[in-house]
């Protein structure tokens, strides 16, 4: 009889091992990044600016300024989607940290455009912070840029 009961109790743990509040938000704020992404891939300009809050503020990779209305953000992606072919996004490492109801994302990606229909990639960095509101986590600050080019070695 101790071995079902034992089996029982083991069961009743693992079913308490369920992912902590904590846990969840920190897939739902790593979901953001893959939803910005997939956004982003697929040139849609609407949906990609529905993930910015209403005051977001973005200073886009190629932004010369800092973009703080929600038409200046739809029209950054306009923009940018309007070469042919269509630039791409490919998520690198990232660094969540999960605060309560706001979020940090610091990371890169290598974007790829096509000049003159040739691939070209380059490496950029970003950070991405988030705020959850009504359930979603929208992004409040989107700061990115190229990554700088390597010194060369010293003698």
């Not at 200046?72 to 605060?99: D, M, T, W």
């Not at 040739?118 to 992004?139: C, H, N």
Request: aromatic fraction near 10%.
């Amino acid at each position: 009889m101790r071995h079902p009961i034992v089996a029982l109790a083991a069961l009743s743990l693992t079913a308490c091992q369920s992912m902590s509040p904590s846990d969840s938000r920190n897939t739902e704020a790593a979901s953001a990044i893959q939803d910005w992404a997939s956004a982003f891939n697929s040139c849609d300009a609407e949906k990609a600016s529905t993930l910015y809050a209403s005051d977001a503020v973005l200073w886009g990779t190629v932004a010369p300024t800092v973009i703080s209305t929600p038409a200046g953000i739809r029209q950054y992606f306009e923009r940018v989607c309007s070469a042919n072919p269509k630039p791409r996004i490919v998520l690198g490492e990232q660094l969540l940290r999960v605060y309560g109801e706001t979020a940090v994302n610091s990371g890169s990606y290598t974007f790829t455009v096509f000049p003159a229909g040739q691939p070209l990639q380059f490496p950029a960095r970003y950070s991405f912070t988030y705020r959850k509101k009504d359930g979603r986590w929208l992004i409040i600050d989107h700061h990115s840029s190229a990554l700088p080019a390597q010194a060369p070695a010293r003698p």
